[in-house]
């Protein structure tokens, strides 16, 4: 292959019976051992010398001298190392491409081992540790809230009314039945007692009274031995086997009492409401506001209750012949 000579007359070329001349004169890739001796018997009898030719390809002295020793562990990577071997082989008038041939055929490509990153530990990267305590935190957090959440749930369930309990205590009417302890009944309150009655100024019953004699105007009231009616709920005996009822016209606190004192009833008679007492030795009733409380004696209607505070036997009594 006609290669430049160099310093050989123009036109030399590698026939065959000069390829030992070649091989001794470094004129061929191919007569050399090695590509490394190639370079250096061609740059020796061209009388060059490796700062010489590092000027020329721009490529360090050392780089040079490892690819002639073939010291390829000296070089850069291996697209590099190509390089050089491309420029360097151009720099001594041989052929690039077949120098990388040839450098690929001597020094094939493996595959590199990658070494661990220096100062890397993954046991103890800190940034790991931290993502799993952060995780366990988490997770001890989200348990402990549900477990505190079921405790106060269950305490207060069991300090609690229940439900069906309370339903009971709302929805229940009726009387307690035996003895409860109660106190002094309050004063009735301003609006439940009964107005002054109106006097119409210059209205006069007689000739020449003075207007404050004039008759007060009263509203008319339901007549004696009017049969009861029963406007609202009946605490006590039922109206049938009642011997004395008491109903209110108007909300009215009535409390009946034994002889020693203890309470058998106590409420709050709404409008229409009434008690009936089955039983009279003994018993008494107060109320707030007699006016508003009228007696029924064998359902017929008496009159209004007497007084606050009157014995039931003697409001039966009233009716008898």
């Known amino acids: 292959m006609p290669v430049d000579a160099g310093l050989m007359t123009p036109g030399f070329d590698l026939s065959p019976g000069r390829a030992a001349d070649a091989a001794r004169a470094g004129d061929s890739l191919e007569g050399a051992e090695s590509l490394g001796a190639a370079f250096r018997i061609r740059r020796e009898a061209r009388g060059q010398d490796v700062e010489h030719l590092s000027l020329a390809t721009r490529i360090r002295p050392q780089y040079l001298a490892a690819i002639e020793a073939m010291r390829l562990d000296e070089l850069p990577s291996r697209p590099f190392a190509i390089g050089y071997v491309r420029a360097y082989a151009s720099a001594l008038g041989l052929d690039p491409e077949e120098a990388a041939q040839r450098y690929k055929l001597e020094a094939p490509e493996r595959d590199p081992v990658r070494a661990a990153p220096v100062g890397v530990d993954p046991e103890r990267d800190p940034s790991f540790r931290m993502v799993i305590i952060l995780g366990v935190l988490v997770i001890a957090a989200i348990v402990a809230w549900n477990i505190a959440r079921h405790v106060m749930n269950r305490g207060a369930s069991a300090h609690g009314t229940p439900p069906a309990a309370q339903a009971r205590m709302v929805n229940s009417s009726k009387p307690p039945t035996g003895p409860v302890s109660l106190g002094a009944p309050l004063p009735p309150p301003t609006e439940s007692t009964t107005p002054e009655p109106y006097v119409t100024p210059g209205l006069n019953t007689t000739p020449g009274a003075p207007a404050s004699a004039a008759a007060p105007i009263t509203t008319p009231a339901a007549a004696v031995g009017t ?24 909300p009215t606190s009535v409390v009946v009492r034994g002889a020693d004192g203890a309470v058998y009833f106590a409420h709050q008679l709404e409008t229409g409401e009434a008690y009936g007492a089955s039983t009279l030795q003994g018993l008494s009733v107060e109320v ?25 036997s003697s409001l039966a009594g009233v009716a008898k012949p």
């Open 227 to 250: 049969p009861f009616d029963a406007k609202g709920p009946i605490y006590g005996a039922p109206a049938a086997s009642a011997l004395v009822i008491l109903q209110a016209s108007k």
């Open 288 to 312: 707030s506001n007699p006016a508003t409380i009228s007696v029924f004696v064998g359902r017929a209607l008496k009159g209004p209750l007497p007084a606050a505070t009157a014995s039931l």
